[in-house]
């Protein structure tokens, strides 16, 4: 099984790949790094880098990319995770935590793969936890 792996240079994605190292999986999983803050969210996602697919997942061109290769699943860890930077840039915090999500859910159904999504619980208050999928999200900020 393939397994392309968003955000793998992250916190929750390099946990992913860790589990992956070693591992039959290991030679299946595609691995994307995780978008960084400002100016080098572009350079990150697009530098070439030893075992890293070089793929801006918020745009056209990137999506592309990714559909050109073969996977059967898909785990989406990938967001810009800084909710300071996220409100002064409302915009490209929607391409990338929002518009990115959607294109890969729908490449991934284009292809018959499987996708597992990887949240935060930024999308909550925080009055009511424990949150299960299904709980309402009311979010503080623009994340």
Known sequence: ??????????????????IFQGS???EECLRIPKPLRNSQILKNCLQNRDG?????????????????IDFDAVIHSAAWRDPDRC????????????????RLAELA???????????TDYVFDGGNPPY???SIT?????Y
């Open 87 to 102: 409100l002064k840039n409302k915009e490209k915090a929607e391409q990338i935590n929002s518009v990115a999500t959607r």
């Open 109 to 119: 159904r284009s292809k018959g793969a499987f996708m597992l999504y990887v949240s």
């Open 1 to 18: 099984m393939k397994i392309l792996l968003t955000g793998a240079s992250g916190l929750v994605g390099s946990e992913f790949a860790a």
């Open 132 to 134: 299960a999928e299904d």
């Open 52 to 68: 890293f697919i070089s793929a801006d997942i918020s745009s056209d061109e990137g999506i592309a990319r990714l559909g050109k």
């Open 138 to 142: 009311n979010p503080v900020n623009h």
């Open 24 to 26: 039959p999986a290991s």
